[in-house]
């Protein structure tokens, strides 16, 4: 089922990060993970485990770690980029002299720089023009993932060839791979969520219950797959395992930090406050303004999208948002679909 031996590095020691470490190596290929913190890295070393982020996971002994970049870029096959968000294109920059003609990059973070309002592999073809760039996505949190309960996720590459072999290094008997080339829709599809995801978190904190985590997950695909392909995104792939199925996974899990920090928000914290509490880095509200932005250049609309915005950037209490969104102009569920 699988190919050879891959060499394989693994550039971020987040919990994400090392859950695909961990499957990579237990699919035999050799994997090597960098970060840029030298603590991290010894105690990665020491306990093969990383006891913050992933606690109780067990590394296999024959994972590497270094905090040298080179060494983690040099004569791999493939680079799985594993940094939030927010640090992809410093990251990039920081490989661009490492990287070979037609190397692999996998970006499995989630999305879009506030700035430029790229999607994250477009950042890293503009910081790394010769590397092919593929994407990895789906409703996967690491914790599970790290534990080899099965998940199915997607590989996004322009190339076929790619993406079936991004498929045969990664899948295995509890980690199923689909493939597809339609890496905007992709990334769209997991950038976007997490604001929904902080969305639903607010609803829970202000302890409303299923039937509005139901309409917030339908409305929520609703406002994505409208985005998504008015920029070129595929609808297909928002009813697929990085839109809906991502969703559902975000709003819904326990293991969600967009979902957590969005709780506390409903609770009536400050974003700044959820931030602080979460101790990790919330996509959601990096990837909400840019979300917001790029409603409105496409002339979109997206009203959870907005109120998101209004909640964490303009204190909005949370009440008063989803009173807003109940109370918007009255519609039609679905506008293509003709009266008898």
Known sequence: MRGNMANISVIGAGSWGIALAKLLCENEHNVTVW????????????????????????????????????????????????????????????????????QI???????????????????????????????????????????G???????????????????????NQVFRVYTSPDVCGIELGAALKNVVALA???ADGLGYGDNTKAALITRGIAEIARLGTAMGGKAETFSGLSGIGDLIVTCASKHSRNRRAGI????????????????MVVEGVYSAKAALKLADQYKVSMPIIEQVNEVLFAHKPAADAVRDL?????KLEHSELPWE
Request: no cysteine; aromatic share 2%; proline share 5%.
């Open 35 to 102: 970060s840029i913190l030298p603590e991290e890295i010894e105690m990665l070393k020491e306990n093969h485990e990383h006891l913050d982020k992933l606690p109780g996971v067990k590394l296999p002994e024959s994972m590497g770690f270094t905090t040298d970049l080179k060494e983690a870029a040099e004569g791999k096959d493939v680079l799985v980029l594993a940094v939030p968000s927010p640090f992809t294109r410093s990251t990039a920059h920081s490989l661009k002299n490492l990287v070979k003609e037609g």
């Open 105 to 147: 990059i996998v970006n499995v973070a989630k999305g879009i720089e506030e700035a430029t309002l790229m999607t994250l592999s477009e950042v890293i073809e503009e910081e790394i023009p010769q590397a092919e760039v593929a994407v990895l996505s789906g409703p996967s949190h690491a914790e599970e993932v790290g534990r």
């Open 149 to 171: 309960i099965p998940t199915t996720i997607v590989v996004g590459a322009k190339r076929k060839e790619t993406a079936e072999y991004l498929q045969n290094i990664f899948m």
């Open 200 to 202: 639903a978190g607010i």
């Open 264 to 279: 506390l928000i409903g609770q009536g914290k400050t974003m700044e406050e959820a931030m602080e509490e979460v101790k």
């Open 326 to 330: 109940m109370l918007r102009d009255k």
